[in-house]
């Protein structure tokens, strides 16, 4: 990393998404991004996605438009060649290690601190049931009230349908759909704590899945969301 590990981090986050912008296109998997809210490009945010296939990893590149750094497994440091360029790129953590979780939170704010935007995927894991989300770890949500950053959700809806989460064998090519909601600025809800902020992250996020007929929910279990009079 002759151009130090911010810039050059940037850097080569830039040429990802030229390559993954290039695979997308050679899987014929036909990508889009709408946006309901706008992030400004002048801002931080702390970026939250659903996390539903190995392919999310992929299209969070060319979606996030933004300079980030995304917190991942580390247990894919072992890959050899990749394990070396994810520990430049990604804010590794063990969940299983209380200790780990708390460096790795510490690394975030560091990154925060130099202007840059962080991408969580709170669920942890892959949600493998027919509900809209899985449980979310309340560490994204301990740094937006910490910092103050926007907690901006972005929604990937069809992920599932192009590589199931079961095999890395079960590419299809299709539609792809991520999508821009409702931003949460901590100061709108300044009595409220970490889970009451992941609570109502998860609230807005599950409703839009809804919405969108996300396709690994049981509708029946979850109906419609009601609309507002507003």
């Not at 999310?56 to 979606?63: F, G, M, N, S």
């Not at 409220?192 to 929910?217: F, G, N, Q, V």
Request: net charge positive.
């Amino acid at each position: 990393m002759p151009l130090g590990k911010i810039r050059g981090g940037n850097i080569m986050y830039d040429l990802f998404r030229i390559l993954a912008k290039l695979w997308l296109s050679l899987t014929r998997i036909h990508h889009t991004i709408t946006y309901e809210t706008t992030p400004d490009a002048n801002s931080q945010y702390i970026f939250v996605c659903n996390h539903i296939s190995y392919l999310d990893a992929i299209l969070v590149i060319p979606t996030l438009t933004h300079h980030f750094r995304p917190i991942g497994k580390y247990e894919l440091l072992k890959i050899p060649i990749f394990g070396f360029l994810y520990k430049y790129c990604v804010i590794t953590v063990n969940r299983s290690s209380a200790e780990d979780r708390a460096r790795s939170l510490n690394d975030l704010r560091k990154v925060l601190a130099t202007g840059i935007s962080i991408l969580v995927f709170p669920e942890g894991t892959f949600n493998e049931s027919n509900e809209p989300l899985a449980t979310m770890y309340d560490g994204a949500f301990k740094l937006a009230i910490e910092t103050g950053k926007t907690i901006q959700p972005v929604l990937l809806l069809d992920s599932f349908d192009r590589l199931h989460f079961s095999s890395l064998f079960k590419l299809s090519p299709g539609k792809s759909r991520a999508i821009y909601i409702e931003q949460i600025n901590p100061s709108d809800y300044p009595h409220a704590d970490a889970k009451e902020l992941k609570a109502i992250t998860e609230r807005i996020m599950s409703d839009k899945l809804i919405e969108y007929k996300a396709p690994w929910i049981n509708l029946k279990n979850n109906p419609e969301p009601i609309a507002s009079s507003a």
